[in-house]
Nanobody
């Protein structure tokens, strides 16, 4: 069983930055691809970014490319999402997820474990 705990959310003005962290426990973190997803009020959960198990491969959705960066530190069992140039439309609960395989994935159903989420609010 893998446990994921997100942190780092909060309130920020448009144009600002936030860094999210997701700490994993209970498994072999370096074997898992990781992803970040978000869910805005009244909307479905959507993919944000993913990173392969050893970290060299990443992919992000078009709306955040150039602004958000996913990274990981396997020695710390942690995945990060650095968010810059934030916009009000980035407001959502952000979730990290673990996939019990090495390769990237964008589908929600491809992930096996989920964190509880952390709220990010961007004011205009």
């Amino acid at each position: 069983q893998v446990q994921l705990v997100e942190s780092g959310g909060g309130l920020v003005q448009a144009g600002g930055s936030l860094g999210l962290s997701c700490a994993a426990s209970g498994g072999t973190f370096s074997n898992y691809a990781m992803g970040w997803f978000r869910q805005a009020p009244g909307k479905e959960r959507e993919f944000v970014a993913t990173i392969s198990s050893s970290g060299p491969y990443t992919y992000a959705t078009d709306s955040v490319k150039g602004r958000f960066t996913i990274s990981r530190d396997n020695a710390k069992n942690t995945v990060y999402l650095q968010m810059n140039s934030l916009k009000p439309e980035d407001t959502a609960v952000y979730y990290c997820a673990a996939r019990l395989t090495a390769s990237l994935a964008t589908r929600i159903g491809a992930y096996d474990y989920w964190g509880q989420g952390t709220q990010v609010t961007v004011s205009s």
